[in-house]
């Protein structure tokens, strides 16, 4: 019955109880939108490092792979050194640059063929020789290029923006589509000793990614990730060497401001829903003031006023929850849609995943917020002083 | 002079001292009353000379700050408040000068409340609020609203109410202080009927007229220090 009370309250006021259940919906959609951003990050990199399927990842000292133009001198010594742990199935040797057709920037990465899945070649054939290059679709585009047409590559000096340094004929062999590419980015892969030449570095490598032996289901636990990368970062003090959880946690500290904007707005949406619920019930109750009084006074007890007070509040979030989910799952595709357009992207980076975990802890949380805003208003109605509110009623 | 076990309150020397800012107020001193079940007692008095202070403290809902007030046999002022809300809603019905109908009920489930705060069963509850509202003579207005019902009915509504919990004693402060003569006689005439029945009823009121339905009227004069 209380709760029909409450409900009623809760509709007494129609136009009162529209504005605060939106409010409070924003409030909830925000909060998991936020979530959503940190949680929609973090999925994202752990897909992509995932999806490559290296365990671990041997950089220059202090950088993340393509993070800078740093490179291993000696990154086949540095293969066949990790190679010889009997727990590491392969490596591969990854060296990117930028190079140039008819002075349209193509990045290129050099890697050992057949080794790799950093791509998909949907058309065509893999890399075999020096001399066979693949492109993805928008450099297939931008240089009007088919299978087996031959393309002249060019290789800039640092600084240098008309003199040529290097160049070399390649032939189309494949169309390929590529893990980490941005929107609109040409990309081209070569085997690594073409890149390595055009670079003019013999034994150079961005990172070299390392493959471990897994028991069932291409699974390799966790700590035996960390321990090959602990192992091979004894070995070379001088690179860095990540797990797939390391360099999570290492790019997350380089996104760290998207986490703290999304902590910041959630602590802020926390609060809104708190004030919100904390103003509407205060209102309320001092506008029942005599309702209550003469409640208490015919032998309501504390209890049965308390729980009046919280259910209305209980009934409020409830609605906003519903309301809110919805308006959180839209927002967070449309805030998504917009910001995956940045061009400086990768494709399939996701910001915001629409997920109903962060919605069930938006609304969870949201829940906790409002209780705890009611609680004073509800403590407030039981404690009334019922004579002097009884009187001041009739005054 | 009533057996002790048959009275309902009694009250020997009692005072209520408010503090107001810096001041202590005194709304009642050295009060001196017994009141038998089944008497119908007026209380009557100029504004602020502590009839409502009076029948807070014999219904319950504040306690003295001297003297001794005992109701039903027991002690108010050592009571805890869960016991004296226990008390006030089991043994006692208020019929306030404002109603205090809550609005978003039905007339129907203002009568109802009460019974549901005491666990009734809801069959039982039912039965009641339906018996009740016939019997103060608005069967026809259960599903109505406070708003859609005039001030009488709406007294007879909270009437129905007091009753719900089939109390000994009867609380009524002001009980036509809103309502027009006529309809401030037939609220009268169900208040004496109730009594009649065998209910105790303490009632303060300005009207000369309807304190005379009271078997004692108890004249009360402004004293505030």
Same mark, same amino acid.
């Given at each position: 019955?209380?709760?029909?009370?409450?409900?009623?309250?809760?509709?007494?006021?129609?136009?009162? #109880?529209?504005?605060?259940?939106?409010?409070?919906?924003?409030?909830?959609?925000?909060?998991?939108?936020?979530?959503?951003?940190?949680?929609?990050?973090?999925?994202?990199?752990?897909?992509?490092?995932?999806?490559?399927?290296?365990?671990?990842?041997?950089?220059?000292?202090?950088?993340?792979?393509?993070?800078?133009?740093? /490179?291993?001198?000696?990154?086949?010594?540095?293969?066949?050194?990790?190679?010889?742990?009997?727990?590491?199935?392969? %490596?591969?040797?990854?060296?990117?640059?930028?190079?140039?057709?008819?002075?349209?920037?193509?990045?290129?990465?050099?890697?050992?063929?057949?080794?790799?899945?950093?791509?998909?070649?949907?058309?065509?054939?893999?890399?075999?020789?020096?001399?066979?290059?693949?492109?993805?679709?928008?450099?297939? %585009?931008?240089?009007?290029?088919?299978?087996?047409?031959?393309?002249?590559?060019?290789?800039?000096?640092?600084?240098? #923006?008309?003199?040529?340094?290097?160049?070399?004929?390649?032939? &189309?062999?494949?169309?390929?589509?590529?893990?980490?590419?941005?929107?609109?980015?040409?990309?081209?892969?070569?085997?690594?000793?073409?890149?390595?030449?055009?670079?003019?570095?013999?034994?150079?490598?961005?990172?070299?990614?390392?493959?471990?032996?897994?028991?069932?289901?291409?699974?390799?636990?966790?700590?035996?990730?960390?321990?090959?990368?602990?192992?091979?970062?004894?070995?070379?003090?001088?690179?860095? /060497?990540?797990?797939?959880?390391?360099?999570?946690?290492?790019?997350?500290?380089?996104?760290?401001?998207?986490?703290?904007?999304?902590?910041?707005?959630?602590?802020?949406?926390?609060?809104?829903?708190?004030?919100?619920?904390?103003?509407?019930?205060?209102?309320?109750?001092?506008?029942?003031?005599?309702?209550?009084?003469?409640?208490?006074?015919?032998?309501?007890?504390?209890?049965?006023?308390?729980?009046?007070?919280?259910?209305?509040?209980?009934?409020?979030?409830?609605?906003? *929850?519903?309301?809110?989910?919805?308006?959180?799952?839209?927002?967070?595709?449309?805030?998504?849609?917009?910001?995956?357009?940045?061009?400086?992207?990768?494709?399939?980076?996701?910001?915001?995943?629409?997920?109903?975990?962060?919605?069930?802890?938006?609304?969870?949380?949201?829940?906790?917020?409002?209780?705890?805003?009611?609680?004073?208003? *509800?403590?407030?109605?039981?404690?009334?002083?019922?004579?002097?509110?009884?009187?001041?009623? &009739?005054? | 002079?009533?057996?002790?076990?048959?009275?309902?309150? !009694?009250?020997?020397?009692?005072?209520?001292?408010?503090?107001?800012?810096?001041?202590?107020?005194?709304?009642?001193?050295?009060?001196?009353?017994?009141?038998?079940?089944?008497?119908?007692?007026?209380?009557?008095?100029?504004?602020?000379?502590?009839?409502?202070?009076?029948?807070?403290?014999?219904?319950?809902?504040?306690?003295?700050?001297?003297?001794?007030?005992?109701?039903?046999?027991?002690?108010?002022?050592?009571?805890?408040?869960?016991?004296?809300?226990?008390? @006030?809603?089991?043994?006692?019905?208020?019929?306030?000068?404002?109603?205090?109908?809550?609005?978003?009920?039905?007339?129907?489930?203002?009568?109802?409340?009460?019974?549901?705060?005491?666990?009734?069963?809801? =069959?039982?509850?039912?039965? =009641?609020? =339906?018996?009740?509202?016939? !019997?103060?003579?608005?069967?026809? !207005?259960?599903?109505? !609203?406070?708003?859609?019902?005039?001030?009488?009915?709406?007294? @007879?509504?909270?009437?129905?109410?007091?009753?719900?919990?089939?109390?000994?004693?009867?609380?009524?402060?002001?009980?036509?202080?809103?309502?027009?003569?006529?309809?401030?006689?037939?609220?009268?005439?169900?208040?004496?009927?109730?009594?009649?029945?065998?209910?105790?009823?303490?009632?303060?009121?300005?009207?000369?007229?309807?304190?005379?339905?009271?078997?004692?009227?108890?004249?009360?004069?402004?004293? =505030?220090?």
């Amino acid at each position: 019955m209380m709760m029909r009370v409450a409900f009623r309250n809760v509709v007494r006021h129609r136009l009162r #109880t529209l504005f605060t259940v939106l409010a409070l919906s924003m409030a909830v959609a925000l909060l998991a939108d936020m979530l959503m951003l940190s949680r929609g990050m973090e999925k994202t990199f752990y897909r992509v490092l995932s999806s490559v399927g290296y365990e671990v990842r041997v950089c220059p000292r202090g950088t993340l792979p393509f993070a800078t133009d740093a /490179v291993l001198e000696e990154s086949s010594r540095v293969a066949t050194a990790v190679e010889k742990d009997a727990r590491v199935d392969r %490596t591969l040797r990854v060296l990117g640059t930028t190079l140039h057709v008819d002075s349209i920037p193509l990045f290129t990465m050099g890697v050992e063929g057949e080794r790799q899945s950093l791509y998909r070649v949907v058309e065509g054939h893999d890399v075999v020789s020096g001399n066979d290059i693949l492109l993805n679709r928008n450099a297939v %585009t931008a240089f009007h290029a088919t299978i087996g047409d031959s393309l002249q590559l060019r290789r800039d000096t640092a600084g240098a #923006t008309l003199a040529f340094e290097r160049a070399r004929s390649a032939r &189309v062999v494949g169309i390929i589509e590529v893990a980490f590419d941005l929107p609109g980015q040409r990309t081209a892969i070569l085997p690594i000793a073409t890149v390595q030449e055009l670079r003019g570095e013999p034994d150079a490598a961005s990172f070299v990614l390392v493959k471990l032996k897994s028991t069932d289901n291409n699974f390799v636990p966790l700590d035996q990730q960390r321990s090959v990368a602990a192992s091979v970062a004894r070995q070379f003090p001088n690179l860095s /060497v990540y797990s797939v959880d390391e360099l999570m946690s290492a790019l997350e500290r380089q996104l760290a401001y998207f986490k703290q904007f999304s902590l910041i707005l959630s602590t802020i949406s926390l609060l809104v829903t708190f004030l919100l619920v904390a103003v509407v019930l205060t209102i309320g109750v001092g506008e029942r003031r005599g309702e209550i009084a003469a409640l208490r006074s015919m032998g309501f007890r504390r209890r049965s006023i308390q729980s009046m007070i919280l259910s209305e509040s209980a009934l409020l979030l409830a609605m906003s *929850a519903v309301l809110g989910s919805v308006l959180g799952w839209l927002l967070a595709g449309y805030l998504d849609h917009i910001l995956t357009q940045s061009p400086s992207l990768p494709a399939g980076y996701r910001f915001f995943i629409p997920s109903w975990r962060e919605i069930l802890m938006a609304v969870a949380l949201s829940g906790v917020a409002g209780i705890i805003a009611a609680l004073l208003p *509800a403590i407030q109605a039981a404690r009334i002083d019922i004579p002097k509110t009884l009187h001041e009623e &009739v005054v | 002079m009533p057996a002790p076990d048959d009275l309902i309150i !009694r009250a020997e020397g009692i005072g209520k001292t408010y503090r107001m800012g810096s001041e202590l107020v005194d709304a009642v001193q050295n009060v001196d009353l017994s009141v038998a079940r089944g008497e119908f007692v007026a209380l009557m008095g100029p504004s602020g000379c502590g009839k409502t202070t009076l029948l807070n403290l014999f219904g319950c809902i504040d306690v003295p700050t001297s003297g001794s007030l005992q109701v039903f046999g027991e002690d108010v002022a050592a009571m805890k408040e869960k016991r004296r809300a226990e008390l @006030r809603l089991r043994r006692i019905g208020f019929v306030f000068q404002r109603f205090y109908l809550l609005p978003m009920l039905t007339a129907f489930e203002n009568v109802e409340l009460p019974m549901i705060e005491a666990g009734t069963p809801r =069959r039982e509850r039912s039965e =009641r609020s =339906r018996n009740l509202l016939e !019997r103060v003579g608005l069967s026809h !207005r259960l599903k109505h !609203r406070p708003h859609q019902l005039s001030g009488g009915e709406m007294q @007879r509504v909270a009437i129905a109410r007091a009753l719900s919990n089939q109390p000994d004693l009867i609380i009524a402060d002001e009980p036509t202080g809103e309502l027009d003569r006529k309809t401030g006689a037939s609220i009268l005439a169900l208040i004496k009927e109730l009594q009649t029945g065998g209910l105790t009823v303490i009632m303060a009121t300005h009207d000369p007229h309807a304190a005379e339905l009271g078997h004692r009227v108890i004249e009360m004069e402004a004293v =505030r220090t």
